[in-house]
């Protein structure tokens, strides 16, 4: 039976159940051996957070998935997303840091212009970021300076000092993202051969005039990714968006069909997945520099 979950929609909340201060009413860091002793406890955030584990702690439960929680290990969670340890009715000594920070605090300021930026806030929690020792040093510096903000009274430069660091925190949070796709070359070169794969069982059959074209979120879904997630290892390793990616495989595989005399044009583009046949002529031309009907009579 699925075990209650906690609405925490404000950082008052969360620093009242957690038994901490409320230091600013939009944003919170706090260093969890300073936290009293707790048990387990899964909750929904109306709120942006990013965690750092420093030890082993129980295997973290995040959305449908469980996740073994690593020392040195950054998840990062955006409003409306559900995280946490099943309660087992153990008690515990957490160790870390949390940044809780709500919408609010963002609203207006540079930061929350390109939020969506940081997509690594709608991966899944066994695409978390894993640091070295000094990237883990970095990052818990980053969490100080944010801290020591909190602990000024406020006043007029708070806000803009305060989403400055936060921002100087994800920008690392990327930086670090970027070498981990680099380290992990090798996982991610049989993820792409998984998506080539998987696109050419698509064509190959009836599914694609029956369901449509593949959406990136569909392929992610098939490789067991986000699509957020899916989609940046894509654009690391090849150049182009999984978008561009599915196009160029398309077109490459429409090239053969549009030689078949057999087949009219309205007939291929069926049966690679469009719905309107212009709709295939204008990419088909986009990527070939020719529409169909060109291309065939250029091939004979």
Request: with cysteine; aromatic share 12%; charged share 30%.
């Amino acid at each position: 039976m699925e075990k209650k979950i906690l609405d925490i929609a404000t950082v008052d909340a969360y620093n009242k159940l957690i038994g901490v201060e409320t230091l600013h009413p939009l944003v919170s860091v706090i260093d969890m051996s300073q936290a009293p002793r707790m048990r387990h406890m899964r909750h929904t955030f109306g709120l942006y957070a990013v965690f750092l584990k420093e030890v082993k702690c129980g295997d973290l439960r995040y959305g449908r998935h469980y996740y073994d929680y690593q020392e040195g290990t950054v998840v990062c969670i955006a409003p409306g997303q559900v995280v946490g340890v099943e309660d087992n009715g153990e008690v515990f000594q957490p160790k870390g840091w949390v940044l809780l920070f709500h919408p609010d605090l963002i609203r207006g300021t540079a930061l929350g212009q390109h939020i969506k930026e940081y997509t690594f806030f709608s991966y899944e929690s066994n695409e978390a970021l894993h640091l070295s020792e000094r990237e883990r040093e970095m990052v818990i510096e980053c969490f100080r300076k944010i801290r020591h903000e909190l602990e000024h009274a406020i006043d007029r430069h708070s806000k803009r000092l305060i989403t400055i660091n936060i921002e100087m925190l994800l920008d690392y949070c990327l930086r670090f993202y970027e070498r981990q796709f680099v380290t992990r070359s090798e996982v991610n070169r049989d993820v792409l051969t998984r998506f080539e794969r998987l696109l050419d069982d698509y064509f190959a059959g009836e599914r694609a005039q029956r369901e449509g074209l593949p959406t990136v979120r569909y392929c992610a879904g098939e490789l067991c990714l986000s699509p957020n997630y899916f989609g940046d290892l894509v654009k690391k390793e090849t150049g182009k968006t999984a978008q561009e990616y599915i196009q160029l495989k398309l077109i490459g595989m429409a090239k053969e069909r549009v030689m078949d005399p057999q087949k009219t044009i309205s007939q291929v583009a069926y049966e690679m997945g469009f719905q309107y046949p212009q709709h295939f002529t204008r990419l088909f031309k986009k990527v070939t520099g020719y529409t169909p009907n060109e291309y065939r009579m250029r091939a004979n």
